[in-house]
């Protein structure tokens, strides 16, 4: 059964989770899972031994991929959290969303200590930081647009 258009909308305008209570909790689980699977993605990329790593011969490229890789995390992450958590607003899943990868980001940092020639960088977590704000403002901005169309 389908939800009428109006509904959704008003579970738009009013921060509802989008799946809606009656549909459970695999539902609100699943919608983590390309969260999850991105994050297994940044992990596997973080396990990889520095010399084997390809060279892009560009000033700052690895920052450049870092904020790329943590801007859909937070992407990700502002989705899901729409979806499955009922409590909160756009802007709060918008800052959790940032706060969530910029976290992940950190912990990728201290995990690269123990992988053989790598190292942790401060300056990858502002790239990381960087790219989740860039990552989260877009899909705020897309959730956005989807809340105006319900209004027009």
Known sequence: MHDHPKDRCSDLREGADLTGERRGAQRRLLAWLPAVLWAGVIFTLSSI????????????????????????????????LGRSHGAGTPRFHFLLAILIATAYGISDEIHQLWTPQRSADWRDVVADAGGAIVGAAAMFRFSRRRLSRCDG
């Open 49 to 80: 031994p520095g010399g084997r790593l390809p060279t892009i011969d560009l000033p700052q490229s690895d920052k450049v991929v870092h904020a790329l890789f943590y801007g859909v995390l937070a992407g990700l992450t502002f989705r899901a």
